[in-house]
C-alpha cells in the first residue's frame, strides 16, 4: 500500500490528524492495533477545549457535538465547606464543552469516508502495527 502520511493510532489525535490532512488533499491511512469496539467503549476525557471544538466546527464535524454537549463557564474548587467559583467565561471569555472522547471518536469514525482507518478485526494486539526498531535511521 502506498500513502504519503500514515498514522498509528485511531485515537482522537489520530482521526483528527486524519481528518485535517484528508482536508487538505493529503493522502493518509490510520492504522488502530485495536478493534473499533475497543476504542469506542475505552473512557476516557469528558472536557474538549475550544481549540478542539474549533477544531470540529473546521471540519463540519461539530453537528452532534453542539446537539449533546454541555457548554460549562466554569468550575468549582472545593475547600472544606468553601466552593470557589472558577468562572472561566468571565476571566477568558472561553467556555469548555462538556463531550465524551468516546462519542467525538465515534463522530471521527463515522466520518471517515474518502480517509482511510484500518483497525485490527480481532480483539487481540495486531503484532504487524508494533513499531519496527530494526530500521536504520536515513
Ligand atoms: C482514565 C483517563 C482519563 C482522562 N481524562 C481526561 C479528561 O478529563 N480531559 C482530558 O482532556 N483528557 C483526559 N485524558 C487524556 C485523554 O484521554 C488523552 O489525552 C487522549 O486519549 C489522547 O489521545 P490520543 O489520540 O493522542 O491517544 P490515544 O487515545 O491513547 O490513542 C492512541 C491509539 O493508538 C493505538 N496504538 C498505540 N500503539 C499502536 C501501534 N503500535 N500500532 C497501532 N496502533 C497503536 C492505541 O491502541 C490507541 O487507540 C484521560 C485519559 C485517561 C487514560
Known amino acids: 500500500m502506498k500513502t504519503q502520511v500514515c498514522i498509528i493510532g485511531a ?5 483528527l490528524l486524519g481528518h485535517l490532512l484528508r482536508a487538505e488533499g493529503i493522502d493518509c491511512v ?12 475505552r473512557i476516557r476525557a469528558g472536557v474538549l477545549e475550544r481549540v478542539t471544538t474549533g477544531l470540529m466546527e473546521r471540519l463540519g464535524l461539530d453537528g452532534r457535538m453542539k446537539q449533546e454537549g ?15 467559583r472558577i468562572d ?6 472561553q467556555q469548555v464543552m462538556v463531550y465524551g472522547q468516546t462519542e467525538i471518536t465515534r463522530d471521527l469514525m463515522d466520518a471517515c469516508e474518502g480517509l482511510s482507518v484500518r483497525l ?13 526498531t530494526d530500521l536504520r535511521q536515513p
Do not use: K, W
Not at 485515537?11 to 482521526?15: D, K
Open 11 to 15: 485515537g482522537p489525535a489520530g482521526l
Open 88 to 93: 472561566m467565561a468571565e476571566l477568558t471569555g
Open 70 to 84: 454541555l457548554l460549562h463557564d466554569g468550575f468549582n474548587l472545593a475547600d472544606g465547606e468553601r466552593l470557589i
Open 30 to 41: 490510520v492504522l488502530e492495533q485495536r478493534t473499533g469496539d475497543y476504542v469506542l467503549s
Open 120 to 132: 485490527a478485526r480481532h480483539p487481540r494486539r495486531c503484532a504487524a502495527l508494533q513499531p519496527r
